[in-house]
């Protein structure tokens, strides 16, 4: 259910907040590298997932008119906002638990 790319890199960034610091370089590029995860995640991997939905549906629609000979290509579902936002809570907990107890 929740994402284990966000799960991984909310706790990657909570962790490296923790040791050090939120004014450190090294937690901007943890946070940096966080986001972008995080919409790829939930942008560009849904949106992948819908067009070939869409490609296959229209492929199979021409198939079955005799126009092209179509292979339906493989569509990749993405998570939803929730399972992204709970993979994130998740991760901060995690992070959070280990950087408290060392």
């Given amino acids: 259910m ?16 923790f040791r050090s610091g939120i004014n450190s370089d090294i937690f901007i590029l943890s946070l940096g590298f966080f986001l972008v995860t995080i919409r790829d995640a939930v942008g560009v991997r ?3 997932g819908i067009q070939a939905r869409t490609l296959n549906k229209v492929g ?9 000979d179509f292979t339906p290509i493989k569509e990749v579902q993405g998570h ?21 107890l060392k």
């Fill in 2 to 17: 929740p994402s284990s790319h966000a799960a991984l890199v909310a706790s990657l960034c909570t962790s490296i907040g």
């Fill in 46 to 48: 849904r949106a992948n």
């Fill in 60 to 68: 199979r629609v021409l198939k079955e008119k005799g126009l092209i």
């Fill in 80 to 100: 939803s906002p929730a399972e992204v936002a709970i993979g994130c809570v998740l991760g901060f907990f995690i992070g959070l638990a280990f950087s408290v």
